[in-house]
């Protein structure tokens, strides 16, 4: 049984790109943004309205993954194209570069250790800490962890979190963090003012929503799920942060495509220059990678994850307030 960096090296094969495979995800998955979001305001039916704009932010969401992808540097490198959709993406996902690949590297870099800077990560306090934070400390630390925080991603992660705190925080370097926020609030107000607030609704607000929600839920679950394991961090391993500390989640296939295989978190956090078409490869060769941590999208499931507030050092594992 391979174990630490082994298992890592062994991956190395597999964490090339095919290009044309990256292509072809690339501009489908952007097609059918396209479509669905035509659909929000050329269908017929309200009905089909409502579909096609729950299509659109599923569909964002799978094209999130590849701008994520693209960000590690994993699919479609040394490409001016490419570099140039990614650019427009994470704009108009409230994500722009400087931001998210900063925070994001950090996060991997990172990711479960106990007394770190809760960059590009949701914090995570010790049962010591927390007694020992004042009311207001430990009012901000369980809102940041709240459902309704998680849900409303959207207004609390992107708008506020990536967009107007990066740039109060450096406004030079996150000048594109500005640009987001304007064109994302004047993109709202023409829709509404031009074309009627249903069209604002299903063609904007209703997709990046539900995208925002999905995509905040799935980066808290792959991080606080029953069974995570944290750190001090003078005991931190990247190997072990990716196995012990980053879910697998299980999902039907119609989902873990939308999702672009995100759920395979514990092989990405393992080697982050494996495409995301090619994690259940990876997965299927190696025993190793399959005696992993899970949870998956079951209301049970999410329920037992959201219910995780603090870090128990002496029973080394995370627990409810009711706990507390």
């Not at 990256?22 to 269908?43: D, K, P, Q, Y």
């Not at 299509?55 to 590690?72: E, K, P, S, T």
């Not at 107000?189 to 604002?200: P, Y």
Request: positive net charge; contains cysteine.
């Amino acid at each position: 049984m391979l174990c630490g960096k082994d298992l890592i090296l062994a991956t190395k094969p597999f964490a090339r790109e095919i290009r044309i495979k990256s292509w072809m995800h690339t501009l489908t998955t952007l097609f059918l943004v396209c479509l669905a979001l035509a659909g929000t305001i050329l269908g017929p039916f309200l009905a089909i309205r409502i579909v096609c704009s729950i299509l659109a932010g599923l569909l964002l969401v799978r094209m999130f993954v590849i701008y994520h992808d693209h960000q590690h540097h994993t699919i479609l490198t040394k490409s001016f194209v490419a570099d140039g959709i990614m650019t427009v993406f994470g704009i108009l996902m409230l994500a722009p570069t400087s931001i998210w690949k900063r925070s994001h590297d950090h996060h991997h870099k990172h990711n479960s250790k106990l007394f770190s800077a809760s960059i590009g990560s949701f914090p995570i306090a010790t049962k010591q800490k927390f007694r020992n934070m004042s009311a207001k400390e430990r009012f901000g630390y369980l809102a940041v962890r709240h459902p309704l925080t998680i849900g409303l991603g959207y207004f609390s992660m992107f708008i506020v979190g990536m967009c107007v705190n990066s740039f109060l925080s450096c406004p030079r370097r996150h000048a594109d963090a500005l640009i987001a926020l304007v064109l994302h609030l004047a993109g709202a107000a023409s829709l509404i003012i031009f074309a009627g607030w249903q069209v604002w609704f299903f063609f904007f607000f209703l997709p990046f929503l539900i995208a925002f929600a999905l995509g905040a839920y799935l980066f808290y679950a792959q991080h606080n799920f029953p069974g995570v394991t944290f750190r001090c961090n003078n005991e931190w391993a990247y190997d072990k942060a990716a196995l012990e500390s980053s879910s697998y989640m299980v999902m039907h296939p119609v989902m873990a495509w939308f999702t672009g295989n995100i759920g395979y978190h514990h092989i990405h956090h393992l080697n982050a220059k494996i495409p995301f078409y090619r994690l259940p490869e990876v997965m299927e060769h190696f025993p190793e990678l399959q005696q992993c941590k899970k949870t998956s999208l079951h209301p049970k499931d999410i329920l037992a994850c959201l219910r995780l507030k603090i870090w128990c050092q002496d029973s080394g594992r995370m627990i409810g307030l009711r706990e507390l």
